[in-house]
């Protein structure tokens, strides 16, 4: 769930997105207040000074609030993934819109914390934890800052896609995890902290080989879970009948890339789990209206036959994951729309009707649960265009069908060999 203003309280799409996070009733969905938005995403939005500080909540609040009241008992992820841009080292200070629903890419500007930086990022996601986790926080000046939340977040993501948010190497991202970590960790001593979030985990490989090693880290310091990012993506010259082989493709080679990052987690950090939270397709299209006037641009046309495809890539990647042992599979994202990935998104941006990526996430989500046994299945070679997939479960047989092709295909069944 990815913190846009169509979620805001008025927002036309508040009331469907609530609607969808309470039906679905899955675990760890993931809740990001993104870089786009800064004044949704940042608390401290300019630095302290020996007279005053600018934290503030107000606009961050309520998306929270409806978000866990949505979520109801179930466990959740959270990433305030933004650092405030003034903990950064940077030419001039960062800018970004007065208007809260404004949009702006460029906010994740620096690479290297200025002076005391390290302290200082440990310390605003420490009183963020505490805002949110333990009732307020202490600020920098000694005031006490009360919120009255105390919320139970299952997981603590730190960052997101850091490999391209201000361009961490492993050894700064792994320094600044063992930081928020042991700020964050008296605030709440039972959360489960997830490391990584890597965008291009297949370009990255030393990410994992160095922040896996446990004798990179402070002693102490928890490594819960790892993740990272997949996204098939296509050329414009594509249509449903090139989709059909391009997004399997890619999604075999993430695969792969999935069972080599595995190897490298079970030789460093055998007990960490992992999350692939951000699995999708996006079209190019995309990256057109990123940057374009909203009230100018062409709202984008997209087949019916994306949206089953990309529900199909998904199912896909589920099985592929269980058969790895990896423990969350998530869907990204719940809402977009023209400037904010419109391909990727589960909801239609106008009505909130769910689209086909959301129903195929529903029927994973009830059919299959944790727990559930994968049970050896024959089918590669009798139906190639096919995943087929059984699982034993405490409610009887299931079965997995993911067809990759944009034409029926025929499975038959066969009895059980005693």
Do not use: C
């Not at 203003?5 to 609530?18: Q, S």
């Amino acid at each position: 769930v990815v913190v846009n203003p169509l979620l805001r309280r008025g927002g036309r799409l508040h009331d469907p997105v609530a609607a969808a996070i309470t039906d679905l009733r899955a675990d760890a969905v993931r809740f990001v207040p993104w870089l786009p938005y800064p004044r949704l995403a940042v608390a401290e939005l300019e630095p302290p000074t020996a007279e005053r500080t600018s934290w503030d909540f107000t606009l961050l609040d309520p998306l929270v609030e409806d978000f866990m009241r949505a979520s109801g008992d179930r466990p959740v992820m959270m990433d305030f993934s933004t650092i405030p841009a003034w903990l950064f080292q940077t030419p001039e200070p960062v800018a970004y819109p007065a208007d809260p629903d404004a949009v702006t890419w460029t906010y994740t500007q620096g690479t290297e914390l200025r002076p005391g930086g390290l302290k200082e990022l440990a310390d605003y996601y420490a009183r963020v934890a505490g805002w949110y986790l333990a009732g307020g926080f202490v600020d920098e000046l000694g005031r006490r800052h009360e919120s009255g939340h105390r919320y139970r977040f299952a997981y603590w993501e730190v960052f997101n896609e850091p490999d391209l948010e201000h361009k961490m190497t492993a050894p700064q991202y792994t320094e600044r995890y063992d930081a928020i970590v042991a700020a964050v960790r008296p605030v709440a001593p039972d959360l489960k902290f997830v490391g990584l979030s890597l965008a291009l985990p297949s370009q990255a490989p030393e990410y994992f080989e160095y922040f896996l090693n446990p004798a990179n880290h402070t002693p102490g310091i928890p490594l819960d879970m790892i993740s990272y990012h997949f996204y098939a993506l296509v050329d414009r010259s594509q249509t449903a009948e090139h989709w059909q082989h391009t997004f399997f493709d890619q999604a075999d080679r993430f695969i792969a890339t999935a069972r080599y990052i595995d190897v490298i987690r079970r030789r460093w950090s055998p007990q960490t789990q992992v999350a692939l939270n951000e699995v999708g397709t996006i079209l190019p299209a995309d990256r057109d209206s990123k940057f374009a006037d909203p009230a100018t641009f062409p709202p984008p046309v997209i087949p019916e036959e994306y949206w089953h495809a990309s529900g199909a890539v998904f199912a896909y990647i589920f099985a592929e994951s269980a058969r790895l042992g990896i423990e969350v599979v998530s869907m990204s994202q719940l809402v977009g729309f023209p400037t904010q990935y419109p391909s990727v998104t589960m909801l239609d941006w106008n009505s909130g009707a769910p689209n086909a990526r959301y129903r195929v996430l529903e029927l994973l989500r009830r059919h299959f649960r944790p727990g559930d046994r994968l049970v050896a299945t024959r089918n590669e070679a009798m139906y190639p265009d096919t995943l087929v997939q059984a699982f034993a479960t405490d409610r009887g047989r299931k079965l997995l069908l993911v067809n990759k092709r944009n034409h029926p295909v025929t499975v038959r069944l066969h009895d059980p060999v005693a």
